[in-house]
């Protein structure tokens, strides 16, 4: 019987955050300042079964997995990292430089504004859906895991 490999986690993750990312700078002037801002920085996310790093340049972002050091890090349980992430609840651990952390999760985050500074609430909920999404995609991927090491 042969077993399936199960994609390493980080490079998953690094390779998704590293497409989000991308496109979140292509269409969004103020993440693509951010990343300008940042440039030469990095900031890692850490869960007990994935890690990555992204690294900041002018205009884009590098996102590898591994042990990297950063200048911030994000660190929790997967839920905690996309609530933290997301603008909800700080639950996560925010090591180093909190600011960079603060302004990356500010200069990336979603935002429909229409006229009248409107900005629908419905946003806020889609935003907080997509969390809950990641949060239950990390968990099943790291229960996969776990059952995968102790048949």
């Known amino acids: 019987m042969t077993i399936a490999r199960l994609p390493n986690p980080s ?3 690094a390779e998704l955050a590293r497409l ?3 496109a979140g700078i292509a269409a969004n002037p103020t993440a693509r300042a951010c990343s300008e801002r940042l440039a030469g920085r990095s900031l890692a996310i850490e869960t007990l079964e ?3 790093v992204i ?3 002018a205009g ?3 996102v590898d997995s591994g042990t990297d050091p950063a200048d911030a890090t994000v660190r929790g349980s997967p839920g905690a990292v996309a609530a933290t992430l997301a603008g909800g609840e700080d639950t996560a651990a925010i090591l180093g430089d909190a600011a960079l952390f603060e302004d990356f999760r500010d ?3 979603p935002r429909l504004d229409m006229p009248g500074r409107f900005v629908f609430e419905d946003i806020g ?3 907080r859906l997509g969390a809950k999404a990641a949060e239950s995609a990390l968990e099943g991927l790291a229960n996969a895991l776990r059952n995968r090491r102790d048949p």
């Open 107 to 109: 200069s990336f985050r």
């Open 50 to 52: 994935a890690r990555f």
């Open 20 to 22: 989000t990312l991308s």
């Open 60 to 62: 884009a972002v590098r």
């Open 125 to 127: 909920d889609i935003v």
């Open 55 to 57: 690294h900041f340049e």
């Open 11 to 13: 490079a998953a993750l």
